[in-house]
Structure formats: structure tokens, C-alpha cells
């Protein structure tokens, strides 16, 4: 048995785990096709952490016959988990939590018609979020947004990609990100922090989007990767934000300062990918309108197709993200939450799953593998993140269920009891209905 570090708080061991899904395979890279359906479940299973690490995983019978874990148990916090689902916990690869308030006049709005480019026209969406940001302190603002983390935690999330977006000034956008970064530190998952100063053209560069784009060029980016406060850059690519000339300036300069790539793409219109597939990025999302011809290039491809339901659902749009027809041509697919002010109020993965199965025709399987391992190959971490296996970091989650297709299956239902992240144990007994 590897030797523990002691500065850590006490080795974690789970035993009974009805449904362990370890989510190990051989391979690589992330899952494509049939392989989204392999979970490596294990009945009756038992997973050791220590040291913010996963120790051991296997059989619970097995595990309490170990020589380490008999003569170690009376120091250990064991948990049982009889009855109950383990999984990795959830890599939430898409959301946006530095907002300071709800956008409720854009809500009514659209109950009574209007559709999401109306509303920005009119001066709501991104840009009425804007005005908040900029006033709000930074501690205010962090505060804000490690109550989000708190929250998608509570429906299993450990890992968090989390995107700046509405400051859209220089000072504004690192504020964000300083926001975001002090935000992590008190919070015991993991954040990505990404910029996303090129959400949309603010009010003051509405006759000069272009100076805007030069801004983020020349001072935005080289500002984040000095000061170290994103490892993404993403670019809303789409009708009403930057057009594809704009979006590949910037994405050019961000892959010149060393940041990886990612891009919000064809979600209200189609763009083709051919040229923005040609920078590598990591992560195309949204994606609603790609067509057979960018689907083909994405299974090509290493980028993974990160899809958001969460937005068709809360937008009323009537059609949403071809999954099916790009898991069945070999592109790489993760879930994610999109956690946003006006799109996407959504922070339980359990409901995204549930939508990915019910309008994206999507197996209980494929969903899971999509919002853990694949979730972790688009944030670059999946060698860390993303299954239970020893030298993974100790990231699970505890659903209080006895089979994992359960998960999607209860529509509204927070059945997440415990998350472990980084090997710290927090519980929620108290599992209400979202």
C-alpha cells in the first residue's frame, strides 16, 4: 500500500457501493461511440482515498481484507455507502458564474414572445448584466460567484470550468477573473478559469467593434496571461456577438500567449468549423446548428463537443444539439451545465443528463461518461479528473440511489448526498427536489 501523507486530513474509505463507476478503460483519449457506454461499474464496491488521492478501488469484500486497511481502519473516516450510487464526480466544462443578479425582465420577455436576440437588441441579455459587474468590488463579486461553485456542488460537481464574460472592459474582465481565482481558493473543488472577454460587443464599442477586438487582443490577453488568471480563452462566434474574421483574430492571439482555445459556436446561427478546427481548440460548444459536414470534422478531430441543453431548454428553442448524430460519427461529446444569468439558471447536472436523455437521444450511459471523463478531456484534465482510479484525485460523488440510471431518470431531483473533492468530504443530508 503507497505510503500516505500525513499532512492530509484522514485517509476516506467507501464500502457496500451498490453501483461503483469507476469509468476505467485503457484507453487514451476521450470516449468516442460505443465506448461512452462503458462505465467499469463494480458492485458492491469500496474506493480508499488519502493524501487528496484515490488509493485503491475495488470490491468491498476484497478492500476490508486488505493487511494496510485492517490494520489503518480505526483512523480512517468510513463511510457507508449501502444502497447507494458512486461516481466520479462531475466536470462541469461550461459555465459562467461571475454575474452579480438574475436577469428577470429578460425572463418575462421571453414568456410573452420575445426571443433571446429580441431582448439584446433591446438591451437586455449579456450586456444587462454588465452594469452590475462593473460596480460590484471584487470580494463582492467573489463572493457571488463561490456561491455558485457551492451550489453546483451540491449536485456533484467538483470540477469547474468558470468563464468571465460580463465585465467586458479591461478592468472589469480581470476583476472577474481575480474574482474567480479568489473565489477557487476558498472552495475545496477544482476551477478553470477562463477568459471571456469576447462575449459581446459592449455599449461604448457598438459603432467601433473593432477597436474592442484590438483591445482584446493587444491588452486583454496579454494582461490575463501575465498576471496567470485564465488557462482558456473563448469567443462567442455566432449572429449578434463576433463574426468568424473577428473570432479567429482573437483566438490567434490568444494561442500566441499560450492559452487554450475554446469557442461558444453555431448556437443561434451556423458557422462552419473548418477554420476554427484548424487552431485546435479544445472545446467547440453549444453547437445547436452544426451541419453533416462540420460533424465529420469534428470526429476528425481531438476537440470535444461540448453541448448545453440547459440553454435550448431555458430559451424555449425547439430543436437542440445533434448529439446522436455526433456520437454515432466518433466526435468526442461532453455535458455541461452552461450555469448563466440568462441563458442557462441551471446548476443541476442531474437535470442536463435528464434532458440529454429525453431530447437528445442519449443513453443513461453515454450522459454519464459525457459530464465525468469526457468533461475532463475538454478541460484538459483527464489525467487528473473525469474516474476512479488510484493517483486520480480523490473527486466522487454520492448519489443516494440504487441505480445509476436513476440519475437522469427523476426529473428535478437533487439526489446528490455527498461530494468528496480533493479528498475533503462534504455531505448534504438533506436531498431536496431542485
Not at 476484497?62 to 483512523?75: G, H
Not at 450522459?367 to 471523463?373: D, F, G, H, R, W
Not at 474516474?387 to 454520492?398: Q, R
Request: with cysteine; glycine share 8%; net charge positive.
Amino acid at each position: 500500500m503507497p505510503r500516505i501523507n500525513q499532512n492530509f486530513a484522514r485517509p476516506l474509505l467507501l464500502v457496500n457501493i451498490a453501483q461503483l463507476l469507476t469509468l476505467r478503460s485503457g484507453q487514451s483519449g476521450p470516449r468516442r461511440g460505443s465506448q461512452l457506454q462503458e462505465l467499469g461499474l463494480i458492485e458492491n464496491g469500496a474506493v480508499l482515498c488519502a493524501g487528496g488521492k484515490i488509493i485503491s478501488v475495488g470490491n468491498s469484500r476484497q478492500a476490508l481484507r486488505d493487511p494496510w486497511i485492517r490494520s489503518n481502519r480505526k483512523r480512517m473516516v468510513e463511510i457507508d455507502c449501502s444502497g447507494k450510487v458512486v461516481l466520479p464526480g462531475f466536470v462541469d466544462a461550461h459555465t459562467h458564474p461571475a454575474f452579480m443578479r438574475p436577469r428577470l425582465i429578460d425572463f418575462e420577455k421571453r414568456i410573452v414572445g420575445a426571443t433571446y436576440e429580441e431582448i439584446a437588441v433591446s438591451g437586455g441579455g449579456i450586456r444587462s448584466s454588465v452594469d452590475a459587474v462593473r460596480r460590484a468590488k471584487r470580494r463582492e463579486l467573489a463572493d457571488k460567484v463561490l456561491r455558485g461553485l457551492r451550489e453546483l456542488a451540491r449536485h456533484g460537481m467538483t470540477t469547474i470550468e468558470a468563464k468571465s464574460g460580463y465585465g467586458l472592459s479591461l478592468d472589469a474582465e480581470l476583476k472577474s477573473l481575480e474574482a474567480i481565482r479568489s473565489a477557487a481558493s476558498r472552495w475545496s473543488g477544482t476551477v478553470v478559469p477562463t477568459l471571456l472577454g469576447a462575449h459581446v460587443v459592449p455599449r461604448e464599442h457598438q459603432d467601433r467593434p473593432k477597436a474592442y477586438v484590438q483591445l482584446i487582443c493587444e491588452q486583454m490577453i496579454p494582461t490575463a496571461a501575465k498576471r496567470k488568471l485564465a488557462r482558456f480563452v473563448d469567443v462567442f462566434c455566432d449572429r449578434g456577438a463576433f463574426d468568424e474574421e473577428d473570432s479567429l483574430k482573437i483566438l490567434q492571439a490568444a494561442r500566441n500567449y499560450g492559452f487554450g482555445l475554446r469557442v461558444h459556436i453555431s448556437q443561434m446561427t451556423h458557422t462552419s468549423l473548418a477554420r476554427l478546427l484548424a487552431l485546435c481548440p479544445t472545446s467547440l460548444d453549444h453547437l445547436d446548428h452544426a451541419n453533416d459536414e462540420d460533424i465529420s470534422l469534428l470526429a476528425s478531430s481531438e476537440t470535444i463537443a461540448t453541448l448545453v441543453p440547459g440553454a435550448n431548454y431555458f430559451l424555449g428553442l425547439p430543436d437542440y444539439p445533434p448529439a446522436r448524430k455526433l456520437i454515432d460519427a466518433g466526435a468526442a461529446v461532453a455535458l455541461a451545465t452552461d450555469y448563466n444569468p440568462g441563458s442557462s439558471p441551471v446548476a443541476s447536472m442531474s437535470f442536463v443528463l435528464s434532458l440529454a436523455c429525453t431530447q437528445m437521444r442519449m443513453t443513461p450511459a453515454e450522459v454519464i461518461a459525457a459530464a465525468t471523463i469526457n468533461g475532463g478531456h475538454s478541460l484538459g484534465l483527464a489525467s487528473r479528473k473525469g474516474s476512479i482510479e488510484p493517483g486520480k484525485d480523490a473527486d466522487l460523488a454520492v448519489f443516494d440511489l440504487a441505480d445509476y440510471r436513476e440519475i437522469a431518470y427523476w426529473v428535478g431531483k437533487n439526489s446528490c448526498s455527498a461530494v468528496i473533492a480533493g479528498g475533503e468530504l462534504v455531505t448534504y443530508p438533506n436531498c431536496t427536489a431542485n
